[in-house]
C-alpha cells in the first residue's frame, strides 16, 4: 500500500490556503490510507525564515497548528500525527541528502528565490529547506505528498533525491507524487499580493480560527477588479479574488449569480463580499466550534502528538538503520 505524507510550518495562524491547499485533503487521505497516513507540524523548518521564526511564539504555533488540524477532522487515533522535532531521524536524514545534493539544484528554487530576496543575510537553512523536505517524506518511504502548487518544485527536486540516492547506494526509496486538490491551487492573499501565505503575516491571510467580525473588515478593503470603479461598472470575476474565494465557500447557485451578475453590473462588491461571508461562515462555525473544544482540554492535543511521534519513530529507525548500512557507517 502507498504512505501518504505531508507537513505543514507552525509559522503562524493557518490560513483558508492551507486549509483548502492541504488541511482537508489530510483528512480525506487519513481516512482512506489510516495509519499509512503521516502528517507532521514541521517545526525545524520554521527557523530557515527569520521573518517567521520567534522562539517565544514557536511552541505555542506548533500547539495551535496540530489543534487547528484536529479541529478540522484530522483524527490522531486513525492517522500518523506528530512534530518533525520529536522524530530525531529528520534531521539526520536530512544532513545525509544534504552532503548529495548539487548547490546549484537548491539555488534554482523559486520559494527561496522569493524568500530569500527578502532578507539581509540569508541562512544557509533556507537553502536546505527543500532537503529537509525530502527528508521528511523519503523517511517514511512515502509516495503520495498532498500539498498546494507552491510545493511542486520541492517535490520534483524529492525525486531527483530519492533517484540520486537509489542510483548510488541502491534501490531504496520511492519517487514520491504531489496530490493536489484542484479547485484550491494557489488561493491568494486577501491583500491581492500573490500567494496567501502565513509568514506574510495576517494582512495577507484569512485564518481558519480568525473571528467573523477580524475577517469581514479584512474582506470589506480587499481588492477587486481595478477597472470597476463605481458600482455601475461591469466586473471581471475572472481576476477577483473575491471571487476566487466564492469558488471554495459559497453554493453552487451563488456563485454564477456572481459570476453573472458582476460582468452585468447587478452585484456591487460589498453586497458580493456579503455574500461570500456568508459562506465562509458556514464553513467555519463548525472547525472554530470543535477548536473551542479541544481548547479546554490542551492535554488530549498534547498526548496524542506524543503517541504519534512514537509511532513515527517506529517507522523511522528501521529506514535509518537501513541508510547509514547502505552509505557504508561503521555499524557496532
Ligand atoms: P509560509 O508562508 O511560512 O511558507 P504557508 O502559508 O505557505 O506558510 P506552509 O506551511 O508552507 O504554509 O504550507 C503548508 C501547506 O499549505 C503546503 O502543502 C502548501 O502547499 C499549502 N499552501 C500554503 N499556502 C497555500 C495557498 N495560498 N494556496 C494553496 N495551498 C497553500
Ligand atoms: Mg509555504
Redesign the pocket.
Known amino acids: 500500500m502507498s504512505t501518504v505524507f505531508?507537513?505543514?510550518?507552525p509559522?503562524?495562524e493557518p490560513?483558508i490556503?492551507?486549509l483548502?491547499?492541504?488541511m482537508f485533503n489530510y483528512v480525506k487521505l487519513g481516512e482512506q490510507y489510516g495509519k499509512n497516513a503521516i502528517y507532521c507540524i514541521?517545526d525545524l523548518h520554521a527557523p530557515t525564515?527569520p521573518l517567521?521564526y520567534d522562539k517565544s511564539t514557536l511552541a505555542r504555533l506548533t500547539y495551535e497548528m496540530a489543534l487547528a488540524n484536529m479541529a478540522v477532522g484530522l483524527d490522531p487515533e486513525k492517522v500518523i500525527f506528530f512534530v518533525q522535532s520529536h522524530v530525531r531521524e529528520h534531521s539526520e536524514l536530512s544532513w545525509l541528502f544534504t552532503v548529495q545534493t548539487p548547490v546549484g539544484e537548491l539555488e534554482r528554487m523559486t520559494q527561496y528565490k522569493d524568500k530569500a530576496g527578502k532578507l539581509e543575510s540569508v541562512p544557509a537553512g533556507l537553502l536546505m529547506y527543500p532537503v529537509l523536505m525530502a527528508a521528511d517524506i523519503l523517511l517514511y518511504k512515502a509516495d503520495t505528498v498532498?500539498?498546494?502548487?507552491?510545493?511542486l518544485q520541492h517535490i520534483e527536486l524529492t525525486r531527483e533525491i530519492a533517484r540520486r540516492f537509489n542510483h548510488t547506494f541502491g534501490e531504496t526509496f520511492p519517487e514520491p507524487r504531489a496530490v493536489l486538490t484542484q479547485e484550491?491551487?494557489?488561493?491568494?492573499?486577501v491583500d491581492g499580493n500573490g500567494?496567501?501565505?502565513?509568514?506574510?503575516g495576517p494582512g495577507s491571510?484569512i485564518g481558519i480560527l480568525e473571528d467573523f467580525g477580524s475577517i469581514w473588515q479584512k474582506l470589506r478593503v480587499a481588492p477587486t477588479d481595478p477597472a470597476r470603479v463605481r458600482r455601475t461598472d461591469p466586473g471581471n470575476p475572472d481576476i477577483c479574488l473575491i471571487f476566487d474565494y466564492h469558488k471554495l465557500f459559497s453554493d453552487l447557485p451563488t456563485i454564477q449569480m456572481v459570476d453573472v451578475e458582476c460582468r452585468r453590473a447587478g452585484i456591487g462588491c460589498i453586497d458580493c463580499k456579503k455574500a461570500l461571508l456568508t459562506g465562509i461562515e458556514r464553513t467555519l462555525t463548525p472547525i472554530q466550534a470543535r477548536a473551542a473544544e479541544l481548547q479546554q482540554r490542551p492535554q488530549q492535543v498534547y498526548d496524542a502528538l506524543a503517541h504519534g511521534a512514537d509511532q513515527a519513530r517506529a517507522i523511522a529507525q528501521p529506514v535509518m538503520e537501513e541508510v547509514r548500512e547502505k552509505m557504508g557507517f561503521l555499524k557496532l
Open positions: 505531508s507537513g505543514i510550518q509559522t503562524g490560513h490556503g492551507n483548502f491547499g492541504a514541521v525564515n517567521a498532498p500539498v498546494g502548487e507552491d510545493q484550491a491551487l494557489r488561493v491568494p492573499g500567494k496567501m501565505g502565513k509568514s506574510k491571510t
